[in-house]
């Protein structure tokens, strides 16, 4: 999983509440288990006509927010079903950042599973983003000092400090076993040696 230490650029405004894991990746591209190709039908019944052709009126549809990195959207992102196909949609899609005012808790956790950083702020802080966003501003995102940065203001927020680690060092529960993994081996080589009839018919 890629590391998340800072990430700039301009954010797209999505100021659309409840939208669920649906929305995000509808059901009929849930087959593939693949984390990868699934970023060009993110938002598909919001980005595309029934003929396929992309929408001109969505943001992710437009120049120069069709390259944003972040998103800024509106209160309880993510909500509905647990597929974890919707934060593996956002992130081939390129997005490695969620601004909310909430976000579903399996969602919430989803996407630290998959390396995007959902960041929760106030409703205030959070009309002050989307107006940046609106108006093309940069943003700077810093996960060590836990702050977002537009136009000279910075905008703090909280995340559990595990959670901030596992971002930082780009660790996901797979990496982290990982990194246990001579402590395991060890463990099971002790098994064998005091309990070898458990063992025993194990090739």
């Not at 996407?111 to 929760?120: A, E, K, R, S, Y």
């Not at 000279?152 to 400090?161: A, L």
Request: aromatic share 10%.
């Amino acid at each position: 999983m890629d590391k998340f230490i800072t990430l700039k650029g301009i954010a797209a405004p999505l100021p659309i509440v409840n939208i669920d894991t649906d929305m995000i990746i509808p059901k009929q591209f849930l087959k593939t288990i693949k984390r990868t190709g699934l970023g060009i039908s993110l938002f598909y019944e919001m980005r595309y006509d029934h003929q396929g052709q992309e929408l001109k009126n969505f943001i992710l549809n437009t120049k120069p927010f069709n390259q944003s990195k972040i998103l800024v959207a509106g209160d309880n992102f993510g909500c509905g079903s647990s597929r974890e196909h919707a934060p593996w949609s956002l992130k081939d899609f390129g997005i490695s950042c969620i601004i909310s005012t909430s976000f579903a808790d399996i969602f919430y956790n989803n996407c630290f599973q998959n390396g995007i950083l959902p960041i929760v702020v106030s409703p205030e802080n959070s009309k002050k983003l989307m107006d940046f966003a609106s108006d093309q501003k940069e943003f700077e995102i810093d996960l060590p000092s836990q702050n977002i940065s537009v136009e000279g203001e910075k905008i703090g927020f909280d995340i559990e400090p595990y959670r901030k680690e596992r971002l930082i060092e780009g660790l996901d529960d797979i990496g982290i076993t990982m990194n246990y993994e001579q402590s395991i081996t060890d463990y099971e080589l002790l098994q064998k040696k005091n309990k070898p009839w458990i063992f025993k018919d194990i090739k």
